[in-house]
């Protein structure tokens, strides 16, 4: 190519900050994440308490399903740190296994709901017009059916699976995402950038992933972490219906909602899984603010 | 032969408040290597015929109702999707206004300056990645490589617009659409980004189509200048028969509410008037109602036609030869 034409004069390039070599959006966003206080705390308070939900029960000397009608409804003490429930099983061991249960379905809903609705949601902005309107008519459509019905017209189609269970969560979950991430990339389409990506002659399908998505990354998080606990919410109330999970498996929804019923006498069914839920949903909290900001390269301040 | 010959361009914009005819049968050609000034007010149509060409416009509510644009014997407007596509980036670059905007804030420069190779799979990533590189070095950025890695926040605003031109020339288009380059930069900046696109350009002779406002712009970096006013375009021609020997009353009129040095204490002129509502249709001439020369034959429709070699007006009694 040609030689330099007019160097850009020295004042233009003074003291920019962080221009290290750096592999990806990905691992810039870690970097910056570990900087933040708060978001590291949630991580590790929430790496421990999944670990110990994986890990626990296999340590743990009791079965989540054994009963011992002698030693029903005991409060904390040294044989069983959480305490037993009316039927003498142990309270720790189940509330672990319970976590399980929540934190996979949980996050894998999440998941399914943040795929299909970012995918969804950018798409129909993206392509706009009629597809648009004919995409968002049948979110609506789909909104508007009754969440328990169609969760029991699953069980009743394919009998009960815990799998089906994510499926539908993850299947009403991304309705919403798909909103914000329309409304998002409804905005973002109008942007220079955008049409600098059209004029460069790149594909549609490329823009809306390359360009457009990445773009939308923070309020994609933040959103995603607040539908770990709505999902989590969600089986408990199907579990609570008979749809979800089965006696004598459980999961915290389950439990706290058992624990919130005698809670005058056994205050310990419903404070160990009701604390569990709330340092995961707070740890939650950090980290996708944590990540917001991470996902944002203008917020490198290094 | 001319590279890009655009003949009778209409867009309108179906909106509530009705048809906005933002562009009404404008023509103009481009030469290989040379640089066409499209000057005009705010609202006149010069970016609307610019995003037309490369099928920008908005659909709805815009519509390209008539014209063709040919390109090396290919009609834009009417070619379609998939072949412009081929076209965007590759034969045809777009240098944008704002560069604070055009640069997507998520993607390292190098990444974004390499799309136009990787996308039409001309080249592989590593390649790619070189290329950008010259081509930053090119545009005038020191240390290209480490800036390849920067993201646009980390740039000032002179040196992101010179990304973005290295971005619309690195596929080595052979048509640059330069949509009021420097209008967001500061007048230092101004300066030398012209400089450079004038530069590179005739190092390669690439035609331009430079859109701006600025009549001082045009003098110093076109060859030829079309005037638009209202959707229209009212005279073009050499930049120095234009400037020089203005034959519509409109250009008389931009070319006098120039500030001028020497003219200290005086008023700047201003052209009385509001230029027309473009939901309105106007058959006859759209400055007559702020023309001082203005009479009863300005109501009637007018083309544009070439009043002396190479200069074209759309003023009627010009063409008569009473003005």
New interface residues.
């Given amino acids: ?9 020295q004042a ?2 003074h003291g ?7 592999a990806s ?1 990905w691992r810039d966003a870690w970097r910056r994440l570990r900087r933040n206080r708060m978001a590291v705390l949630g991580l590790v308070v929430f790496a421990v308490l999944a670990l110990a939900c994986v890990g626990g029960p296999w340590l743990s000397p009791y079965s989540y399903s054994a009963t011992d009608l002698a030693y029903g409804a005991q409060p904390p003490s040294l044989r069983h740190w959480f305490g037993t429930d009316a039927l003498g099983r142990d309270a720790l061991t189940r509330v672990l296994y319970g976590g399980r249960v929540s934190l996979a379905v949980g996050f894998l809903a999440t998941a399914v709901s943040m795929l299909i609705g970012v995918l969804y949601g950018a798409t129909s902005a993206y392509a706009g ?1 009629r597809v648009d309107a004919f995409m968002m008519r049948a979110v609506d459509v789909l909104y508007a059916l009754p969440f328990t019905v169609f969760v029991i017209l699953l069980m009743v189609a394919f009998g009960h699976d815990i799998r089906l269970l994510f499926l539908a969560i993850g299947a009403v979950q991304w309705l919403t995402m798909a909103r914000i991430v329309r409304g998002q990339v409804l905005s973002l389409r ?14 549609p399908a ?1 823009i809306v992933l ?2 457009v998505i ?2 939308v ?1 923070g309020p994609v998080v933040v959103y995603a972490t607040l539908t770990v606990p709505a999902v989590m919410l969600l089986e408990a109330m199907l579990s609570f219906l008979g749809l979800g999970v089965q006696p004598p498996m459980s999961s915290w929804g389950v439990m706290i909602q058992e624990g919130a019923q005698k809670m005058e006498d056994y205050p310990w069914l419903l404070i160990y899984p009701a604390a569990c839920f709330s340092v995961t949903l707070f740890s939650l909290n950090f980290i996708g603010d944590g990540l917001r900001d991470a996902l ?3 917020s ?1 301040e290094d | 032969m001319p590279l890009l010959e655009v003949q009778d361009l209409t867009v309108r914009f179906h909106t509530r408040d009705g048809i906005v005819r933002a562009v009404e049968k404008v023509s103009f050609h481009l030469e290989p290597g040379e640089t066409l000034g499209l000057v005009g007010e705010s609202g006149s149509g010069k970016s609307v015929t610019c995003l037309s060409l ?1 099928g ?1 416009v ?1 659909c ?1 509510p815009g519509r390209v109702e008539q014209g063709r644009a040919l390109f090396d014997g290919l009609d834009l407007l009417s070619c379609g999707e998939r072949r412009l ?6 034969r045809i ?2 240098v ?3 560069p604070m ?8 420069i190098g990444t974004q300056l390499s ?2 190779l990787t ?2 799979g001309a080249s592989r990533r590593r390649e790619a990645w070189a ?1 950008a590189a ?2 930053l ?7 290209a490589e ?2 390849l ?3 646009p ?4 605003g ?2 992101r617009q ?1 990304v ?1 031109i290295a ?2 020339l690195i ?1 080595q288009p052979d048509v640059i659409i330069a949509d009021e380059p420097t209008t967001a930069l500061d007048v230092t ?1 101004q300066a ?1 980004i012209l ?2 696109i004038r ?2 350009q005739k ?1 390669r002779r690439t035609a331009m189509v430079l859109v701006t406002h600025n009549l001082g712009v045009v003098a110093g970096a076109c060859d030829r200048v079309a005037v638009m006013y209202a959707g229209r375009v009212v005279e073009t021609g050499s930049v120095t028969d234009v400037f020089r020997q203005g034959l519509h009353p409109y250009t008389q009129a931009l070319c006098r509410a120039l500030p001028r040095p020497g003219a200290r204490g005086t008023d700047l002129y201003s052209i009385p008037g509001q230029p027309p509502r473009l939901t309105e249709a106007c058959p006859g001439c759209p400055f007559a109602p702020r023309c001082p020369a203005a009479t009863a034959c300005c109501q009637e429709p007018v083309t544009l036609a070439e009043a002396r070699t190479g200069h074209w007006t759309a003023c009627v009694r010009t063409q008569r030869g009473e003005l």
């Fill in positions: 190519m040609a030689k330099p034409v007019q160097p850009e004069p233009d390039t920019q900050p962080g221009l290290r070599r750096r959006l017009g109008r942007r220079e950038f955008v049409e600098a990506a059209v004029c460069l002659g790149l594909s490329r390359r360009h990445p773009n990354f944002d390269p203008r490198a | 490369l920008l908005p709805p596509r081929g076209i965007r980036g590759r670059g777009m944008f206004q704002d905007t055009a640069l997507n804030p998520y993607l390292r799309e136009p996308c039409h290329r010259a081509a070095t090119e545009v005038g950025i020191q240390d480490r800036r890695q920067c993201y926040h980390q740039l000032s002179g040196m010179r973005v971005m619309a596929a900046v030398q400089d450079l530069a590179l190092a």
